[in-house]
């Protein structure tokens, strides 16, 4: 049975739950923290709201090289060997500021065990140490090199699933992007980005109705914006204001409470008139970030299967 708030907006008792002690935390603003106090804050909150990492047979560091050094991977398997296949290419969120192997990693694990496939995911460098087009530089990097190396990844890759939540669910775009552009040694086969940020729009309504009370708020979203200092408009930033016509079948998923939500529906809508092959989901009466929040919001868990459910439909009929 979902609640409604004050403005009518439905919400679930276990996600209303979460908010009103994360509202009553008293935590502060995000802009008062240095980069590294806010990495920290991000890894712990993980650590207790998050679903414990599915024991696999293969969980291994991988090292990509990258033009500005090398790029750590981490490759997750339910299967010691496989034949010839698709692999998912994560990138993980946390607002180009925030996140790391570490912080995604249980949600990695499920995709790997759910999906049976092999996962590796990618720890481009952050901002501010690192502003943009850095993450984009390093995630475009890993994505060919993945392609074109077999021995170093004990699998054989013949497609390419970008995949990633909020600033990894823009990065999954943008390489995706840049793969159509200038083809890598293997396709892009489907892409998979969970709420991302796909527009530098001012106006759009979810970010009035949801930018307080709702976890991601304003300020957080100011602060990681100025960390990144994208260039307005560059559709390696924001890849809305890229071209579509040759985007793969695509799962894309936003959150009903979600600042960012109407970024992540536009992107839809203009993959919709382009032609695309979309799965579109939205999970009303939940947030920004629940596929990291499976154990605090156990709801969420059963979005994450329905997610992954869309993906293995593609997969198996294209």
Same mark, same amino acid.
């Given at each position: ?6 403005? &009518? ?15 009553? !935390? ?68 946390? &607002?180009?500021?925030? #996140? ?25 460098? $952050? ?31 013949? &497609? ?17 992007? !840049? ?17 991302? *940020? ?17 976890? $991601? ?12 200092? !994208? ?20 799962? *894309? ?31 009303? #009466? ?18 994450? *299967? ?13």
């Amino acid at each position: 049975m979902a609640d409604e708030t004050a403005t &009518g907006v439905t919400i679930r008792p276990d996600v209303k739950g979460f908010l009103d002690y994360l509202n009553a !935390a008293g935590t502060p603003p995000m802009s008062t923290l240095t980069p590294a106090m806010a990495r920290q804050g991000f890894l712990m909150m993980s650590s207790v709201a998050e679903r414990a990492p599915l024991d696999l047979p293969v969980i291994r560091d991988l090292v990509a090289p990258g033009a500005a050094g090398d790029i750590a991977l981490r490759l997750y398997d339910s299967r010691d060997t496989r034949a010839p296949g698709p692999a998912v290419v994560f990138f993980h969120g946390g &607002g180009f500021v925030i #996140g790391d192997l570490a912080t995604h990693q249980a949600f990695c694990t499920e995709i790997a065990s759910a999906l049976d496939l092999p996962v590796i995911a990618v720890d481009y460098r $952050l901002a501010p140490e690192h502003p943009f087009p850095a993450a984009p530089d390093d995630c475009e990097a890993a994505a060919r090199w993945i392609a074109t190396s077999p021995d170093a990844i004990g699998r054989t890759i013949t &497609g390419l699933i970008p995949m990633g939540d909020s600033a990894g669910g823009n990065l999954a775009i943008v390489v995706t992007q !840049a793969v159509g552009a200038r083809p890598a040694a293997v396709p892009v086969i489907l892409q998979v980005p969970l709420y991302p *940020l796909t527009d530098d729009r001012p106006d759009h309504a979810s970010h009035r109705q949801f930018c307080e009370g709702f976890m $991601l708020n304003a300020d957080s979203m100011a602060w990681f914006a100025r960390c990144y200092a !994208a260039t307005p408009g560059d559709p390696r930033a924001y890849p809305l204001y890229n071209d579509h016509a040759h985007t793969p079948p695509t799962v *894309l998923v936003t959150a009903g409470l979600d600042p960012i939500r109407d970024s992540g529906r536009v992107y839809g809508a203009e993959l919709v008139l382009a032609g695309v092959n979309v799965t579109f989901l939205e999970f009303a #009466g939940t947030i920004h970030g629940f596929a990291q929040l499976r154990k605090a919001i156990p709801s969420t868990h059963d979005d994450c *299967l329905t997610i992954f459910a869309a993906i293995r439909r593609h997969l198996e009929h294209g």
